[in-house]
């Protein structure tokens, strides 16, 4: 039986009442007192706390750090500025995705997050393929957190105006109360926000801090979930894992143009070209039943010709949402379609991306 590792958080969350839950190899909470709907909405309106310290992060240090992770990643990364970052993926010689990942430019080589479940088959494929002119670094003594919600730039600059200036998707460091954090403006919720990465021993501390303020409370799994499901923003082992590339996956905009010396650079240049069998959809479930992961996605003649890979309630909308994987050639808007969960058929209709529009600080 393996034993489930807990963040430097652990005894706050109990003392905060959250239910924990097994995630990823951890103890994580899954909600706190007043429930996921409340800590959904809570963050769409005021500032959520998320402790996200299960995720694994690096440093790929050295000259060339940039360059060599440039070619494990369809991405730009040699043309990041200091402090800014990207979002990818590292793909696989087949062109599936291995993981999706944020990388942040340093002066000394890049800082990476990876997903909690991947982080040990992630850290291997770095030390394998990254030369000896890297350095690559495991920062095991770092916790992480994320503040998210249209209050979250009030409650940081109280802080950091130095983070409450930056724009998305760049990073500072910067002191908050004399604790040394490495701080930057993205997250997993579709709102603005910020996650900030600091020393282990001063997690508790920070995490006191922030809580203090009168917008904040505490988010759980279930929320953190739900939040970027109506963001739209994919999930790997969901929307995403190693047999969908990131054409399939609806991440084309990542794809640095010209750029061809990444794994599985033949199968992806060439859905960008010609097209792909299947592609990520999202939809609009016109039932009170979620449509939840594994739902046979069937159009009127009853053909299987997809599934659900995420879904569920959306407290933002009141209704049930979902995104899809389908086969392609992808049906018109105004086809009949449904999903089947047990013995109903559930009417579903494809819709754009986002479900809720993002408000990030561009």
């Known amino acids: 039986m393996t034993t489930l590792k807990q963040t430097p958080l652990y005894p706050l969350h109990l003392e905060l009442g959250a239910k924990m839950v097994p995630f990823a190899g951890y103890r994580m ?183 203090a303020e009168e917008a904040v409370e505490p988010i759980g799994l279930g929320a953190r979930d739900s939040l970027r499901l109506e963001a739209g923003l994919c999930l790997y082992g969901h929307e995403l894992d190693e047999s969908i590339t990131p054409v399939e996956a609806g991440l084309r905009w990542l794809i640095k143009k010209g750029h061809d010396q990444f794994p599985g650079a033949d199968r992806i240049l060439t859905q960008l070209q010609h097209g792909t069998e299947k592609s990520s959809v999202g939809l609009l479930v016109e039932s009170k039943i979620p449509a939840r992961e594994g739902c046979i996605i069937a159009d009127e003649a009853g053909e299987a010709i997809g599934h659900v890979t995420s879904g569920g309630f959306s407290p933002s909308l009141g209704r049930p949402i979902a995104m899809a994987m389908l086969h392609n050639p992808a049906p018109g808007s105004d086809r009949a379609l449904y999903a089947r969960v047990r013995d109903h058929l559930l009417p579903v209709m494809i819709t754009e991306l986002p479900f809720i529009p993002h408000r990030y600080r561009r």
């Open 29 to 211: 909470p899954l909600h706190y007192r007043n429930g996921t709907l409340h800590e959904h909405l809570h963050c769409r309106h005021y500032a959520g706390f998320f402790d996200i310290s299960h995720m694994g992060q690096c440093l790929i240090l050295g000259d060339s750090a940039a360059g060599e992770l440039e070619r494990l990643t369809p991405s730009d990364i040699i043309g990041l500025a200091p402090c800014q970052q990207r979002y990818t993926v590292l793909t696989s010689d087949t062109g599936g995705i291995i993981d999706d990942i944020i990388v942040t430019r340093l002066p000394s080589g890049c800082m990476v997050i990876v997903n909690a479940a991947c982080k040990e088959k992630d850290f291997e494929h770095f030390k394998t393929h990254l030369s000896d002119h890297c350095h690559f670094k495991e920062m095991t003594d770092r916790a992480l957190f994320a503040l998210q919600g249209p209050a979250a730039a009030t409650v940081m600059q109280k802080f950091s105006a130095a983070a409450a200036d930056l724009s998305f998707m760049h990073a500072c460091e910067d002191d908050i109360n004399g604790i040394r954090c490495i701080i930057s403006r993205s997250g997993y919720t579709g709102e603005d926000g910020f996650e900030i990465s600091v020393a282990g021993e001063q997690a508790d501390h920070l995490a006191r801090l922030l809580l």
